[in-house]
């Protein structure tokens, strides 16, 4: 299953961004598919998921109220809305999707490496500048 992301960029602090993620190649109906995020030297953080089946989603405590997860199922993309942007939120961000569970607490908790597809090597960088 390939990952595709687009809508990083450059934004000043405060700005917006908006992610998306498509995955064309899926053929089933319900799982989890969220974002990760890495700053070099730091580890992969755990940003976002939601489940497609009942649209429950979960968010880092660094991004809640700032950052809003949605998914356009016919389309199978995930779309990670970004607003009131600070700088700490510079990082390459990956897309992941996994169909054997649904997005709860535990799974966005989960080392990227546990899900079961990721856009690796294919991020997409967004650079908050101060």
């Known amino acids: 299953v390939q990952l595709v992301e687009s809508g990083g960029g450059l934004v000043q602090v405060g700005g917006s961004l908006r992610l998306s993620c498509e995955a064309p190649?899926?053929?089933?109906?319900?799982?989890?598919i969220g974002w990760f995020r890495q700053v070099p030297g730091k580890e992969r953080e755990g940003v976002s998921c939601?489940?497609?089946?009942?649209?429950?989603?979960y968010y880092a405590d660094s991004v809640k109220g700032r950052f809003t997860i949605s998914s356009a199922n016919a389309k199978k993309t995930v779309y990670l809305q970004m607003d009131s942007l600070k700088p700490e939120d510079t990082a390459e961000y990956y897309c992941?999707?996994?169909?054997?569970?649904?997005?709860?607490?535990?799974?966005?908790?989960?080392?990227?490496?546990?899900?079961?597809?990721?856009?690796w090597g294919q991020g997409t960088q967004v650079t908050v500048s101060s």
């Open positions: 190649g899926i053929t089933f109906d319900d799982y989890a």
């Open positions: 939601i489940s497609t089946n009942d649209g429950n989603t």
């Open positions: 992941v999707l996994d169909s054997s569970t649904l997005c709860t607490a535990t799974t966005i908790a989960m080392p990227i490496n546990s899900w079961e597809y990721a856009s």
